[in-house]
Nanobody
Framework: QVRLVESGGGLVQPGGSLRLSCAAS????????MGWYRQVPGKQRELVAV???????NYAGSVKGRFTISRDNAKDTVYLQMGSLRPEDTAVYYC?????????????WGQGTQVTVSS
């Protein structure tokens, strides 16, 4: 049993900031990469940011310089600090983690948290 639970979404004005959190819980050996994806109606889910097990990060070009991904391994938690938010950032944000169970890594997903950027 593994669960990823996102929190921190909400309504924010353009130019504002928001911090998302995602905590993993349950029975597992370890977590490799953790990341954030987002999805709007009618579009495919897209990568926002990923932080790998070695600490390296990858960002979508549209969020570079505005968003920062980080993780706290002791808490099995990944964060996404979002700044200079734009209306086009509006989406459901999903947490993702590659988690090792029964000797193999497999992807797990949270339920999503809504982020709305609007005046």
């Amino acid at each position: 049993q593994v669960r990823l639970v996102e929190s921190g979404g909400g309504l924010v004005q353009p130019g504002g900031s928001l911090r998302l959190s995602c905590a993993a819980s349950g029975s597992f050996r370890s977590i490799s990469a953790m990341g954030w994806y987002r999805q709007v109606p009618g579009k495919q889910r897209e990568l926002v940011a990923v932080i790998n097990s070695d600490g390296s990060t990858n960002y979508a070009g549209s969020v570079k310089g505005r968003f920062t991904i980080s993780r706290d391994n002791a808490k099995d938690t990944v964060y996404l600090q979002m700044g200079s938010l734009r209306p086009e950032d509006t989406a459901v944000y999903y947490c993702n983690a590659d988690i090792r169970r029964n000797g193999v890594f497999a992807p797990y997903w949270g339920q999503g948290t809504q982020v709305t950027v609007s005046s």
